[in-house]
């Protein structure tokens, strides 16, 4: 049992360490390894199998949106970069560079892609010439680099894998649907699959993205009561069509500038269910998300028909979950732990004497809480049980969010609670970046959104500054 024990304290607690609490149990888990390109990490095998599933539900539902899978070039000519003048300066310092090819010097510069806009505008511009062309809605799976200065797994690397969406419309309205439709799913999906509950809105002039005219975004809240932007979705209007000169002939045989969106979402979603969900044990994995949602157990292996009956469970439940038999030679404790931190959902315990009883017992990883179950149940029961730890650990993650929304009325109280509280602050806003650039540069606080669904009018004035106001913004400390 010693080395079971040794096992939990390799991770330090979350309420001692937050940030070397989310480093241990990545690392325990055995989810990334750092690699010898600073700031860049390997994903290993238990997390990319996290990736794998969000990745093929994510792309089930963009398909069924009516999204078509492509792929770019990873490099982007300089002087293509340099079309869309906001775009550029929005990512100038995070950009690498490509300058030789071979040993000889490139005539121009590569930019390894930081995002794909342009390289979207510049195909576009030679697809599209009808309306009958249109729209375009199109997606692609890749990884882009940003030459970060800080980085932590998941969360923010150099190199990181993602979906970027890029699309094109005869309308503005067209677009803008398209652009609260995509939101929408991502949130669906976060609240849905990750048991992520999430705040759905549009950013402000200052956080919206560089060349675009309207983002909206997910923000959802980590244990530590942090903001962590979790997927965002672009209204770019024309701007990038008229600078690319992606136009095309209306029914009236006009011609007419497209109206663009893009939309994101990366591997930070695995920091997000890390932040969310895990505990001092490991990780906690929503049963809908995890590479493996039941491990069966075998106590006393060695014994006559324990083996065989855990071999036997283990192929039944193979048909209605994504089960797994541990029959490697450890002790059942280390099992247990092992299980614990990888964060399987459930783990079924099956000793000589439940095969006597013809039952075995049902562990949740989110609760802890034992049930037996008759051998003959176990098909129902499992998928049921399944279905209560994800259910569950979305309404704890939505009861810890909203038991750490605060509201502020003026900046004392703004103060406070960045200071003492972790958690979403509600304050009223006057519109004007002064105020935003203030909060942020004297309390480390950001606007994280200007939510869709509570538009309450919680003071007549700005937190800020003390004039009147009208927006009600969510604020908070983030990742």
């Given at each position: 049992m010693a080395k079971d024990k040794k096992l939990v304290e390799a991770i330090t607690s979350m309420e001692e360490d937050f940030a070397q609490w989310y480093t241990d149990v990545v690392k325990k888990a055995e989810l990334i390894d750092y690699s010898s390109v600073k700031g860049c990490m390997i994903i290993k095998p238990a997390g990319y199998a996290i990736w794998e599933n969000i990745q093929a539900e994510l792309?089930?539902?963009?398909?069924?949106?009516?999204?078509?899978?492509?792929?770019?070039?990873?490099?982007?000519?300089?002087?293509?970069?340099?079309?869309?003048?906001?775009?550029?300066?929005?990512?100038?310092?995070?950009?690498?560079?490509?300058?030789?090819?071979?040993?000889?010097?490139?005539?121009?510069?590569?930019?390894?892609?930081?995002?794909?806009?342009?390289?979207?505008?510049?195909?576009?511009?030679?697809?599209?010439?009808?309306?009958?062309?249109?729209?375009?809605?199109?997606?692609?799976?890749?990884?882009?680099?940003?030459?970060?200065?800080?980085?932590?797994?998941?969360?923010?690397?150099?190199?990181?894998?993602?979906?970027?969406?890029?699309?094109?419309?005869?309308?503005?309205?067209?677009?803008?649907?398209?652009?609260?439709?995509?939101?929408?799913?991502?949130?669906?999906?976060?609240?849905?699959?990750?048991?992520?509950?999430?705040?759905?809105?549009?950013?402000?002039?200052?956080?919206?993205?560089a060349g675009a005219e309207e983002t909206y975004t997910i923000e959802a809240l980590m244990h530590d009561g942090k903001a962590l932007q979790s997927g965002t979705s672009h209204n770019f209007g024309d701007g990038f069509a008229r600078a690319f000169e992606i136009q095309y002939t209306d029914k009236e045989n006009k011609l007419q500038y497209v109206h663009q969106t893009s939309w994101g979402l990366s591997t930070r979603l695995i920091g997000a269910i890390i932040m969310a969900h895990g505990d001092d044990s490991g990780l906690v994995l929503p049963p809908r998300i995890a590479p493996v949602q039941a491990v069966v157990i075998p106590v006393q292996q060695r014994k006559e028909g324990v083996l065989e009956k855990a071999a036997e469970l283990c192929g039944r439940l193979k048909t209605v979950c994504r089960a797994k038999l541990d029959d490697s030679d450890k002790s059942p404790g280390w099992k247990f732990s092992e299980q614990e931190m990888r964060g399987i959902p459930v783990r079924i315990e099956l000793g000589p004497k439940d095969i006597e009883a013809g039952k075995c017992v049902v562990v949740r990883r989110d609760t802890r809480e034992k049930i037996e179950v008759d051998f003959a149940d176990l098909e129902t029961k499992v998928p049921q049980i399944l279905d209560a730890v994800q259910n569950d650990m979305f309404e704890r993650a939505r009861a810890h969010r909203d038991a750490h929304i605060w509201d502020a009325h003026n900046y004392e109280e703004l103060a406070d609670i960045a200071v003492n509280k972790p958690g979403f602050i509600r304050g009223m806003w006057c519109g004007a970046q002064a105020c935003e650039d203030k909060i942020k540069e004297d309390l480390a606080v950001t606007s994280r959104c200007m939510p869709f669904h509570d538009r309450e009018q919680i003071a007549d004035t700005c937190v800020c500054c003390g004039k009147p106001a009208h927006k009600l913004v969510y604020w908070g400390k983030a990742y």
């Open positions: 792309d089930r539902r963009f398909k069924a949106a009516g999204v078509e899978n492509v792929y770019m070039p990873m490099f982007i000519p300089e002087s293509l970069l340099e079309r869309e003048k906001d775009h550029v300066e929005g990512f100038a310092p995070e950009v690498a560079w490509v300058t030789h090819g071979g040993m000889n010097k490139l005539q121009e510069r590569l930019c390894v892609r930081p995002t794909s806009e342009t390289l979207f505008c510049d195909f576009y511009h030679n697809l599209i010439q009808s309306y009958r062309d249109l729209p375009k809605v199109y997606n692609q799976w890749c990884s882009v680099v940003r030459w970060e200065k800080e980085t932590r797994p998941f969360l923010r690397s150099r190199e990181f894998l993602w979906q970027e969406g890029h699309t094109a419309h005869a309308t503005a309205e067209e677009a803008e649907q398209r652009t609260v439709q995509m939101l929408n799913l991502y949130a669906d999906f976060c609240e849905e699959v990750l048991a992520l509950p999430v705040i759905r809105g549009q950013k402000t002039e200052k956080e919206k993205f």
